[in-house]
C-alpha cells in the first residue's frame, strides 16, 4: 500500500461567500481526482466561506476574551490568556476555536457551525462534479495533554470511518489485539498537514491511495463521550 | 510539495538479537532511498530486536499488572484494568507501554529502553548502507484524553527537527501565527500509521519527499515539561 500526498496549489484567500467547493473543484483539477482520493480542508477557508468570521469591536483583546466566551460551552483549564474550553461541538480545544492567524486584518475566525455537514456538502457538489466519491476531512490544529506541539485533527467527516473498529481482529499470532480503535481520520488531517505548512497558504491537500473503510463516519465520532472520558 | 509513503513489505517476524538494521535496509532496497526520505519504525519491532520482551510468569493478568507497575514511574489514571502511567521516559501512555498485541505467545513487550538512542543507531548505520541521512521515527500507538480512537506519536527521533518552531513566522496577512510548534514527528508517525495497519504486520513504512527541517531532535522533545502542562 502506498500513499500519495499532494498540497494543494493555487487556492488564494477566501471570502466570505465564497463557492468553497468550485474553489476546491479547480484547485483539484489538474490532480485528476480518482478512488482512494481523500480531499483534507483546514477548517479556516470554511469558517470564511462560510462566513464564520467576527469583526473585532474596541480593545482586541477584550474582544477576543469574549468571543471565546461566548463560543466555549465549558471552560476545562485557563492559564494567564489561554482558556482550554470545550466547545459546542464537544471539542477541547485552546480559545474555543478562536483564531487570528490567516484571519483578515480586523477579524477572527470561528469554527464552522458544524463541520460534518460543511464536509457532507463538499463531498456531494465534488461527486457531481468528477463522478467520483471523493471522502472530505476538515481539519484544524489542535494541542494536546502531555506533549508538545499541536497536529492537525479532524473536527469534520464526510464518506470515511473517523474511527476504524479492530475489535476481533487478530494480529499475527492469532491474538486479539488490544488496541482496537484508531483514529484514521486524525491520522489523515495530520498527514495532510506535512504538505500544508502554517504559513505557507495552503489550506487544502489531497491523499491519494487510502484503503481504509469508507462509511458515514463524522467529526463527532472523534469526541469522546464525557462518561468514557477519564480527563475531564 | 508531494509526499510519497510506501509500506515496507517483506519484514518477518523479528526477534532478541536480530540485527533490525540489516533487516531495515533489506526491506528498504527496492525503494532505493533518496534524500528526503524519512524512515518510520514501530517501537515493538525495535524492543524486540533489543530483547525489552518478558516472559509471562504465573497468571497472566497477575503478572501483567505487575509489571506495568514496574515500568510505571508515576500512574495518572487508573480504571478497572487500564492504567494511564508516566514511564520513565516520560511519556503517558496506558499500561506505561506494556503490551501484549504482536507479542510472542506466553510473552509481552516493554517499549525500548531509549527509543532516542535505538533511532539514532539505525540512522547511523543506513547513512553507512546508503550513504544518505534517513532520518528514523520509532512510532507507538497512543490513546489522548477527549478524543476516541489512537494515533501513532513519536517515541524516539534521530535526524530531524520533531517540533518546528515557527515563533516569529507570518501568516500571508503579515500577522503572527499564533500556532508556533508543530509536533511533526508525530504527524510523520500517524502518517506513517495509514500504510502500516495493526494486524497487517507492516511494521514500518518509508515518507519520501519531506521538507521538513533536518536537525538533531529526539523524541523527548515531544514531552511537555511537567511545569508546562496544564494537565497533570
Chains 1, 2 share one sequence.
Not at 468570521?53 to 476574551?65: C, L, Q, S, T
Request: net charge negative.
Amino acid at each position: 500500500m502506498t500513499l500519495q500526498i499532494f498540497a494543494l496549489t493555487g487556492i488564494g484567500p477566501v471570502h466570505p461567500g465564497d463557492d468553497l467547493t468550485e474553489i476546491l473543484t479547480t484547485a483539484l483539477q489538474p490532480l485528476a481526482p480518482e478512488g482512494g482520493d481523500v480531499l483534507v480542508v483546514t477548517h479556516k477557508i470554511v469558517s470564511k466561506a462560510e462566513g464564520r468570521v467576527v469583526a473585532i469591536e474596541g480593545d482586541e483583546e477584550m474582544f477576543r476574551r469574549g468571543l471565546v466566551e461566548s463560543e466555549a460551552v465549558s471552560v476545562v483549564r485557563r492559564r494567564g490568556d489561554l482558556i482550554i474550553a470545550e466547545t459546542e461541538h464537544g471539542f477541547i480545544c485552546a480559545n474555543a476555536g478562536v483564531d487570528r492567524s490567516n484571519a483578515e486584518p480586523g477579524t477572527m475566525i470561528l469554527l464552522p457551525e458544524n463541520p460534518d455537514r460543511s464536509a457532507h456538502q463538499i463531498r456531494t457538489r465534488l461527486d457531481r462534479s468528477f463522478g467520483i466519491d471523493i471522502p472530505v476531512i476538515i481539519s484544524d490544529t489542535f494541542g494536546r495533554p502531555w506533549r508538545r506541539g499541536l497536529t492537525d485533527i479532524a473536527i469534520g467527516v464526510a464518506g470515511l470511518e473517523a474511527v476504524t473498529d479492530l475489535r476481533g481482529t487478530s494480529d499475527w499470532a492469532g491474538r486479539q489485539l488490544e488496541v482496537t480503535e484508531i483514529a484514521v481520520a486524525d491520522e489523515l488531517a495530520a498527514a495532510a498537514d506535512l504538505v500544508m505548512g502554517k504559513a505557507d497558504g495552503i489550506p487544502a491537500a489531497l491523499i491519494r491511495g487510502y484503503q481504509g473503510p469508507r462509511g458515514e463516519g463524522r467529526g463527532r465520532d472523534l469526541v469522546r463521550p464525557p462518561e468514557e472520558d477519564m480527563f475531564r
